[in-house]
């Protein structure tokens, strides 16, 4: 059954991003005991930099041959030889800007950290094209493999550095050894034999056109806000509000995500028949605001204490940045379900369109915020665009399927509901336990504990239910 093998695709996919990210945050938390948040800043600045131009220039192999009929070596070929030409451009570009970057940012440093971090999107680009095909098959075991040996094997050498007194320099490594140890076992998990062809890249023209300009636009979105307090603020102040922004789109990166690229292929499966794809639709992004909104909401809700336990005291200042981070990345997930049947329908120009607007808005709102409240500005300014644009993505949904935005409301508004539940329970209970001086491990154990049984029982007494069992994995709504 089409619903059985697509969740248990993105179950292996979620579990291989949450191992992922799990790896990621304990290298994160050593990394923050040892360095100073100027450390991060200025691996941030650098780092902003290598991630606009790779995600301009991204590639979509695998999305564009996941969406065709059937695909053969030749296919492989073309995609093998994209993604070594675009390597190529991607090293040329940031060599060239890296000193001009480095001047406009008064670092010198920044030359080599671009030049080597550069090394990183270089060698994902040269993954094996073959690992389409268990993607095809909505089979993401290898995908396992392959994300949690390259994470496994960056953090192992990132300690390493970072204990020798490599101090930024960890955090470099990090970045490039995963990409470059997830292609070294690409190859071993899909064996594929390098040839040079561009025979089917008029299969890749039309989607890479719109998918690039998307991803263009998209890069600039998420990175606005870094190159804007880089360029105006110190370093230290960058790399509070670039690791309580990291941590707060966890919940998306980890879990939404990865669980959304077997949704995909399965959207493609079914593309012929707009009813079911607009049920699917409606499904898909129920299940993944159920996911993503509780998270979001219990975050922002702890950051006082999460940050304290897990970063330190030298990071208390990040604290506010990161509850009012957590909630500006909620309506996320709506965006990544609406881009998944974008892709499977053929329409990219929907991404682009969305990413688009997105940064216009952004430009003007992110900037009025650090005006008139510098990163605290731009964090309260997160949350506004993101209220606006989820009214954007309601409405691209009724133009591309036909699903009135009342219809989307009704749809997550049992969610919304216990996520109120929630949120009053653990508001409550923290004021409550604010004047017994319990261990923060203590009190966040306490208030994790409450916000997921309210929640839980809220979804149940709404009627929202799971139901497994005979072939059958499925979220009912009564």
Not at 59 to 81: C, E, M, N, W, Y
Not at 197 to 216: E, K, M, T, V, Y
């Amino acid at each position: 059954m089409l619903a059985v093998k697509t969740i248990k695709g993105a179950g292996w996919l979620v579990f291989s991003r949450f191992v992922g990210r799990i790896i990621d945050f304990f290298t994160l938390l050593v990394l923050a005991r040892i360095l100073t948040p100027a450390d991060f800043g200025l691996a941030a600045l650098a780092t902003s930099l290598v991630v606009v131009v790779d995600t301009m220039l991204e590639v979509p192999v695998t999305q564009a041959l996941v969406r065709l009929p059937t695909i053969d070596k030749s296919h492989l070929d073309t995609g093998f030889t994209v993604g070594l030409m675009r390597g190529a451009v991607i090293g040329t570009i940031l060599l060239a800007a890296a000193w001009p970057y480095s001047w406009i940012n008064h670092d010198s440093h920044l030359v080599v950290l671009v030049a080597v971090l550069s090394l990183g999107p270089i060698s994902r680009g040269l993954t094996s094209p073959a690992m389409v095909n268990f993607a095809r098959q909505l089979g993401f075991r290898q995908t396992f493999i392959l994300e949690s040996s390259g994470k496994l094997a960056a953090a192992i050498i990132a300690m390493l550095i970072v204990l020798s007194g490599g101090a930024y320099w960890a955090i470099v490594a990090n970045f490039v050894i995963a990409s470059f140890a997830s292609t070294v076992v690409s190859y071993i998990l899909a064996p594929y034999r390098p040839a040079f062809s561009l025979a089917r890249l008029p299969d890749f023209a039309g989607f890479i056109g719109w998918f690039s300009s998307a991803q263009l636009v998209s890069a600039l979105n998420w990175q606005f806000d870094r190159f804007l307090i880089g360029a105006l603020a110190d370093r230290p102040t960058l790399g509070r509000y670039a690791v309580a922004s990291d941590v707060a789109v966890i919940p998306t990166q980890s879990l939404i995500g990865p669980a959304l690229q077997p949704v995909m292929a399965a959207f493609s499966q079914i593309n012929a028949d707009r009813a079911r794809v607009c049920h699917a639709f409606l499904k898909a992004t129920r299940f993944a605001m159920l996911i993503s909104a509780p998270a979001c909401v219990g975050i922002s809700l702890t950051a006082d204490l999460a940050t304290d336990l897990l970063l330190g005291a030298k990071w208390e200042h990040a604290a506010p940045l990161l509850s009012l981070l957590a909630l500006s990345v909620a309506p996320i997930p709506y965006f990544q379900t609406l881009s998944s049947v974008s892709v499977a329908l053929d329409r990219p120009h929907v991404i682009f369109r969305l990413n688009a607007v997105d940064l216009c808005f952004r430009v003007l709102l992110i900037s009025i915020g650090f005006y008139l409240g510098t990163v605290l500005g731009v964090s309260i300014a997160r949350i506004a665009l993101s209220a606006l644009m989820f009214c954007f993505y309601l409405n691209e949904a009724r133009r591309l399927l036909d699903v009135a935005i009342l219809a989307q409301l009704k749809n997550l508004w049992k969610v919304a509901a216990a996520v109120v539940a929630m949120a009053a329970v653990v508001w409550f209970l923290r004021d409550e336990l604010s004047g017994r001086n319990y261990p923060h491990v203590v009190e966040l154990a306490l208030v994790i504990a409450a916000g997921t049984a309210t929640y839980a029982a809220a979804l149940l007494l709404l009627g929202v239910r799971l139901i497994a069992g005979g072939g059958r994995l499925e979220l009912i709504d009564r």
